[in-house]
């Protein structure tokens, strides 16, 4: 299986500063067919279910607002949040779906300075 | 709008089985790939099991394969996970999610609230 590890494991950013996220695959999760990165990004708060943010590694889920953003390609991926939000405090997770058996980061955690 | 009610989840022994179930509406169950995932105190989710929409292909993560079997009973819109051999390492937080409308890839666009099972003697 594809091993998805992300950094840091936490991180405290100031309301309206910028929070980025890293996530890296074992292997490169780009299929050269389609020139697409199979890469997702969840975002999920305490007795919350993950709710997704980002696929495709960069295509924002409808309703996610704009300071989210995806980047990356192949094996190296980044989540921004342009300006942190108080409601933006929660766990991130990257999710792979490059094969029938996908895996997730461990998560980073994301807490206001 | 759509909603996913997970069931049957609860504290039993090492070795015994539980069976979970899904209640979805809001959606056409029918037309929908499903899968299970799971999520263990403290630790990223875990894929576990998908299903196709008539049932008829299925996969597993390797680390249930063998002991659990997904299935689904679209006239009833309900997914099911039947869990054997249950081992303290299967301890979690289950959720059912929807796999992402109209995509062929395994991300989820839906989830439910999700229901513990706890393995201990």
């Known amino acids: 299986d594809i091993v998805m590890t992300q950094s840091p494991d936490s991180l405290a950013v100031s309301l309206g500063e910028r929070a980025t996220i890293n996530c890296k695959s074992s292997q490169s999760v780009l299929y050269s067919s389609n020139n697409k990165n199979y890469l997702a990004w969840y975002q999920q708060k305490p007795g919350q279910p993950p709710q997704l943010l980002i696929y495709w590694a960069s295509t924002r889920e409808s309703g996610v607002p704009d300071r989210f953003s995806g980047s990356g390609s192949g094996t190296d991926f980044t989540l921004t949040i342009s300006s942190l939000q108080a409601e933006d405090v929660a766990v991130y997770y990257c999710?792979?779906?490059?094969?029938?058996?996908?895996?997730f980061g461990q998560g980073t955690k994301v807490e206001m300075k | 709008q759509v909603q996913l009610v997970e069931s049957g989840g609860g504290v039993v022994q090492p070795g015994r089985s539980l069976r979970l179930s899904c209640a979805a509406s809001g959606f056409t169950f029918s037309t929908y790939v499903m899968h299970w995932v799971r999520q263990a105190p403290g630790k990223g989710p875990e894929w576990v099991a998908v299903i196709s929409v008539d049932g008829s292909t299925k996969y597993y993560a390797d680390s249930v394969k063998e002991r659990f079997t997904v299935s689904r009973d679209n006239s009833k819109n309900t997914l099911f996970l039947q869990m054997n051999s249950l081992r303290a390492g299967d301890t979690a937080v289950y959720y059912c999610?929807?796999?992402?409308?109209?995509?062929?890839?395994?991300?989820?666009?839906?989830w439910g609230q999700g229901i513990l099972v706890t393995v201990s003697s």
């Open positions: 999710q792979h779906y490059y094969s029938t058996h996908p895996t």
């Open positions: 999610a929807r796999q992402y409308i109209n995509s062929h890839e395994y991300y989820f666009d839906y």
